[in-house]
């Protein structure tokens, strides 16, 4: 007997899993503590402990996790990343490894990819037509650099995805430069950065533009060489899709200049950024109403006179409050006038100035009229984008 009523260690991991599955989990963490193994998942953006094992179970089930992953299960105290499916109920889930060496032994993240066909178009991202509208816009210019920022977990890999889906017709030759490839798609050429083999996102971009590429989607802009190119490309007939690490839409071109790129160059590729969060939305079944405090009547205007709502929980939600998540973001289109500011090296409120005098829609802006709305809570807002 493995544990409980699992007579082995891929029975109890097929259980984790689908459990996991069930209650939309993005993220199955596998942790060593002092006292044994702790099992928690990542779902909505929050962690849930799922179980707790004792140490040589938890030998068994990331033996097996590397085993089915392609990794050496004898071997342990190395970064490792490996892949492998799921079937769950018919449908094969492709599960993605990550392995921390920690002080007690080999820490595990699963990340959930989902089914390889499950790449959606921005008419079904539930963007707001303002944003569909302006990144459907954006990548099907000619050439170009359109930026996606946010922190990890914010969903830009699927925001680039489906910018790249709107044009992926086979009328274009799209590039895609990543690490990892997290979704594969029939109809582009994707390309995984392994530094350990001297396969960089620099070398690979150089080697990529000798391929004649339409499009380049780079999973990260993170270096100065690979920014170069990706500047250089998106000013010599190419539409360059990249993302980076900033809290918002104009923090990027700060960055790109802090990295090391000229400031008119900057200036002449950049099309658009847009900054993006994931936003826990509220339970339809049972959130509550209430009145905004004077706090936050003082800090956003808009919510005076208004009910709000917060999470409570019910059967509905699993008690949690929410149901799914939505895309909170701002989009910054790069014309003429933020142009001319940008070449003259401009601190962060002059571009913050221009950007909102050209009519820039704050994620904080967007986040209280979904609050209005009744899809958020005024709390979650606060505390994603401020």
């Known amino acids: 007997m493995f544990h409980d009523q699992f007579t082995t260690a891929k029975d109890y991991l097929d259980h984790l899993l689908t459990l996991a599955i069930k209650q939309k989990a993005s993220d199955v963490h596998i942790e060593h503590r002092a006292s044994g193994g702790l099992i928690r998942i990542r779902t909505q953006g929050d962690m849930r402990i799922l179980a707790e094992l004792p140490q040589d179970h938890m030998s068994l089930l990331i033996r097996r996790i590397k085993f089915i992953s392609g990794l050496d299960p004898e071997r342990s105290g190395n970064l490792s990343e490996g892949r492998f499916e799921f079937d769950h109920g018919g449908q094969k889930i492709i599960m993605r490894l990550s392995i921390l060496p920690t002080n007690f032994a080999d820490d595990l993240v699963i990340r959930i990819l989902g089914s390889a066909p499950e790449v959606f178009g921005l008419s079904q991202m539930n963007f707001d037509p303002l944003i569909q509208n302006g990144l459907r ?50 109809g582009l050429t994707q390309i995984k950065v392994d530094p350990r083999y001297d396969i960089t996102y620099a070398s690979v971009l150089r080697g990529a533009l000798r391929h004649d590429p339409d499009v380049i989607l780079i999973g990260e802009c993170r270096e100065l060489a690979a920014a170069e190119i990706a500047i250089e490309a998106s000013m010599t007939g190419h539409m360059v899709l990249t993302t980076l690490h900033t809290n918002n839409a104009v923090s990027s071109i ?17 099309t658009v950024a847009y900054a993006q969060r994931l936003i826990r939305k509220l339970c339809p079944v049972c959130k509550q109403e209430h009145a905004p405090d004077e706090t936050m009547q003082a800090r956003y205007p808009i919510l005076r006179g208004k009910k709000i709502y917060s999470a409570k929980g019910c059967e509905s939600c699993q008690n949690s409050g929410y149901s799914g998540r939505i895309p909170v973001g701002e989009l910054l289109l790069i014309d003429d006038d933020i142009r001319d500011v940008i070449i003259q090296s401009p601190s962060l409120g002059a571009l913050n100035r221009i950007a909102v005098a050209k009519g820039l829609r704050t994620m904080a802006d967007y986040g209280m009229q979904l609050v209005i709305q009744g899809d958020l809570s005024c709390h979650d807002v606060v505390n994603s984008v401020t």
């Open 254 to 270: 700060l960055r790109l200049i802090n990295l090391g790129i000229q400031p008119i160059d900057v200036a002449n590729a950049m």
């Open 137 to 186: 816009e954006a990548v099907q210019k000619s050439m170009g650099l359109m930026l996606v920022t946010g922190p990890t977990g914010s969903g830009k890999t699927s925001t680039l995805y489906a910018a790249i889906q709107e044009i992926n017709d086979g009328s274009y030759k799209i590039v895609t430069v990543e690490d990892p490839i997290e979704y594969k798609v029939e």
